[in-house]
């Protein structure tokens, strides 16, 4: 089983529309969860953070459920520029590396 | 800010010669990444420091693959022999000690062994 796994995508949705990605990992040690966007041919970039309590950022809202090992990214009004792949990240004890999903692609079209 | 920097940006060899690629990181994060990231998957760590010092080498290939940062500032990963598998995007990434959360990537190499 892989560490972290994520739909396999691509999501291909109008401008505006709501899109929610889905993501569970294997380790019940795992102590920090993340979204990551990469664009195309780009490096990876920290999106936000997930707290257990759910966080929410602009039209961004994460949720984390550590019972069922499971992390949520939702999308609000979908913009172009959000077109994009996004990755789901956790770390194991802190100080160590992190261990990324495949991601999953987003494509907004007009 | 600079950001990380990583040359070169593409790098074309065949199986079997050897290569090499630099990374200097964000001034002041003491923390290092090397990471493969083959088309289609998520970035995998190779090599993890923590100023001059390996913190994590569990998943290099340490048969042809090496990697260090002798000062504690850049490092250089080396890959010899190379194998056709090996293609892939070499990313660098850093963090300050004080949030380890946060690692910065560098643009990547770009290798593809023929």
């Known amino acids: 089983r892989k560490e972290v796994e994520q739909d396999p995508g691509p999501f291909n949705v109008p401008e505006g529309a709501t899109v929610a990605f889905n993501c569970t990992y294997s380790n019940s040690a795992s102590q920090s969860f993340f979204w990551y966007r990469q664009d195309c041919r780009k490096e990876p970039k920290l999106l936000m953070s997930?707290?257990?309590s759910g966080n929410e950022d602009g039209r961004f809202t994460a949720q984390l459920n550590r019972a069922s090992q499971y992390i949520s990214l939702l999308i609000r009004d979908s913009k172009l520029s959000d077109s994009a792949t996004y990755l789901c990240?956790?770390?194991?004890?802190?100080?160590?590396?992190?261990?990324f999903g495949k991601g999953t692609t987003l494509s907004v079209s007009s | 800010e600079a950001g990380v920097a990583q040359s070169p940006r593409y790098k074309i060899i065949e199986k079997r010669q050897s290569v090499a690629f630099w990374c200097n990181p964000i001034s002041g994060h003491a923390t290092l990444y090397w990471y493969q990231q083959i088309l289609g998957q998520g970035p995998k760590l190779l090599i993890q420091f923590q100023n001059n010092g390996v913190v994590d080498d569990s998943q290099l290939p340490k048969d042809r693959f090496s990697a260090e940062r002798l000062k504690g500032v850049d490092s250089t990963l080396k890959i010899q022999p190379a194998k056709l598998e090996d293609s892939a995007v070499y990313l660098c990434?850093?963090?300050?000690?004080?949030?380890?959360?946060?690692?910065?990537f560098g643009p990547g190499t770009r290798l593809t062994v023929l």
């Open positions: 990240v956790v770390r194991v004890p802190a100080g160590t590396a992190l261990i």
């Open positions: 990434a850093s963090s300050h000690r004080d949030n380890p959360n946060e690692q910065f």
């Open positions: 997930v707290y257990s």
